[in-house]
């Protein structure tokens, strides 16, 4: 059974901090897909990144950068020079081999303050 | 790109009526629709898969004659709470696959959600 673990509920910095949202999986596939995706308040979903369980390159999208590694079963995501935009929870998930159902951790509350 | 609407995006009754919340991909084609309900300050946990022309395939614990789902379509899903209750009251999101290619990963598209508050 997958299953996707953040354990971070709530994370608070100040403006241009740093912050890094830890992202813990477990599946027995060896064919897999994790994702990033934000929720702001409005509640609509914004998907931001998708890793197949092949490709282990980190990937940087201007202040976002992810970092996967199959050893940890992680899958971090960190936000550079945080902004009050990146206010929002962000989840991470999990799909397994050919399907396509969507397991989703319970997300982390990100609050960037002035 | 590929857009998902849904209709209403927010719907308030009172308890015991039937609310019906629609699911359409706008701009393609989708054999597979999710249902996804999310209480406050919670996860997204997915209650059924529906495949165009056949019975939606529920999730363990998800009461499939209370949470009626009908795939017409292939552009048109939707969920109908019957005799709605206060605990039904939740944020539900459905989400689309485009049909591709064998080979090809299968993107799902999310809808911006349906608030349903039932009194």
């Known amino acids: 059974a997958q299953k996707v673990t953040q354990a971070q509920t709530e994370i608070s910095v100040v403006e241009k901090e740093d912050v890094t949202l830890d992202c813990v999986y477990e599946t027995r596939d060896t064919t897999y897909y994790l994702f990033w995706y934000k929720q702001p308040p409005s509640g609509e979903l914004v998907f931001l990144i998708r890793?197949?369980?092949?490709?282990?390159q980190n990937e940087i999208s201007g202040r976002y950068s992810w970092n996967f590694q199959k050893s940890t079963s992680s899958f971090n995501f960190t936000i550079t020079a945080s902004q009050v935009v990146d206010s929002a929870v962000y989840f991470c998930a999990l799909s397994e081999g050919g399907g396509n159902k969507l397991t989703f951790g319970t997300g982390t509350q990100l609050k960037v303050e002035l | 790109g590929a857009v998902v609407s849904q209709h209403p995006s927010r719907v308030i009754c009172k308890s015991g009526t039937s609310v019906k919340i629609e699911c359409r991909s706008l701009d393609f084609q989708a054999t597979t629709m999710f249902w996804y309900r999310q209480f406050p300050k919670q996860s997204l946990m997915l209650m059924a898969t529906s495949n165009e022309g056949s019975k939606a395939t529920y999730e363990q614990g998800v009461e499939k004659d209370k949470f009626l789902i009908n795939h017409a379509s292939l552009t048109l899903s939707t969920l109908t709470v019957t005799s709605a209750h206060p605990e039904d009251s939740s944020f539900y999101i459905c989400?689309?696959?485009?049909?591709?290619?064998?080979?090809?990963?299968?993107?799902?598209?999310f809808g911006p959600g349906t608030r349903l508050t039932v009194l």
């Open positions: 890793r197949n369980s092949f490709d282990e």
């Open positions: 989400s689309a696959n485009p049909i591709r290619n064998r080979g090809t990963y299968n993107e799902q598209f």
